[in-house]
């Protein structure tokens, strides 16, 4: 991946546009060893194009310069339930030569108008997820993640899931040190788990909030103990019938499943970042031995522990 095109529109969101700047227009830094990219905004008409946050912007290049892009990048915009025809047989014809196709939060419509979604899973802002369903009913609509993809086709979540969707393309092509470093720029998680249900009644408290705060915070330093929910509720002098119920209402999960996730992103971290064996990495992190750290990782990353190290093993 060399190239990367962004389309704005009339209507343009700045986040958006923003999110996709941060992550492919970065210039190069010694300290990083960041990739640079061949970097264009396009529009399909040049010149003044209409922001929706009372500014403007000057876009000097029209679709013909993402005719050639590796990435084709569809930035959302305020009135996105008319997709621009021309936009969309851009992205249409970007697919077929093999580029990969990223819609951030509803320019996913885009795609939809282009047949592109049909037969695929795809997300969008949880606000829009029925009408993308209603609209392109062929399309697979899941309404619970941050971003999706399927193939060369990767829709994200809107505003911050931008990132998100953005640093999962990077760390595919590129590795992890690489994601990690971008997102170390940016000062934003490399890897968020979890999805839209999280942050649609409330954010998901942090290890410094709410009543568990402190537990969570020693949780994270603790990951080889045994925390089970009776184990637990112990140390936090609570039943453990009332312990799960409030664990559920301040972090939108069960005590098992944010354990679990935890120990996974600790297991990563040490495939990533060490050659200790799959055993030793399992007992570290509290799997227990690698049978079940195989189970769980590959359920919850779609590769075997041995694969994931493989791939994006960068010993520090």
């Given amino acids: 991946m060399r190239s990367v095109a962004v389309v704005v529109q009339d209507g343009a969101e700045p986040f958006g546009l923003g999110s996709m700047c941060e992550v492919w227009a970065e210039p190069f830094h010694a300290e990083d060893d960041n990739p640079v990219f061949d970097f264009s905004v396009v529009t399909p008409r040049p010149g003044r194009v209409r922001g929706s946050s009372g500014f403007d912007l000057y876009v000097e290049h029209g679709l ?15 009135d996105f339930r008319e997709p621009s025809p021309e936009v969309a047989d851009l992205v249409g014809r970007a697919h077929e030569r093999g580029a990969t196709i990223f819609a951030h939060c509803t320019a996913a419509f885009v795609l939809g108008e282009a047949g592109l979604l049909d037969g695929r899973r795809c997300t969008t802002h949880w606000r829009h997820v029925g009408e993308l369903a209603a609209a392109y009913p062929a399309a697979s609509v ?40 971008a997102a170390r720029r940016m000062v934003v998680p490399p890897h968020r788990d ?11 408290p942090d290890c410094s909030a709410e009543t568990l705060g402190p537990l969570l915070t020693w949780i994270l330093e603790n990951l080889a103990e045994d925390l089970g929910v ?34 996974l992103v600790a297991a990563e971290e040490l495939l990533e970042q060490t050659e200790h064996p799959v ?38």
């Fill in 230 to 263: 009776e184990a637990l509720a112990r140390r936090s002098h609570m039943s453990p019938r009332t312990f799960a119920r409030r664990f559920r209402d301040e972090t939108g999960t069960t005590p098992h499943a944010w354990v679990t996730a935890q120990r």
């Fill in 279 to 316: 055993e030793w990495i399992a007992a570290e992190t509290g799997f227990g031995n690698a049978a079940t750290l195989r189970h769980h990782f590959t359920r919850g990353r779609g590769v075997s522990p041995q694969q994931y190290r493989r791939t994006f093993n960068r010993p520090a």
């Fill in 142 to 181: 899941d309404p619970g993640v941050l971003y999706v993809q399927d193939g060369p086709v990767i829709t994200g979540a809107g505003s911050a899931a931008g990132l998100d969707a953005a640093l999962h393309l990077m760390r595919q092509q590129f590795g992890a040190h690489v994601a990690a470093t």
């Fill in 64 to 78: 013909e310069v993402a005719e050639t892009a590796d990435l084709v990048c569809v930035s959302p915009k305020r």
């Fill in 194 to 204: 979890g999805g839209q249900a999280q942050f649609i009644a409330r954010a998901v």
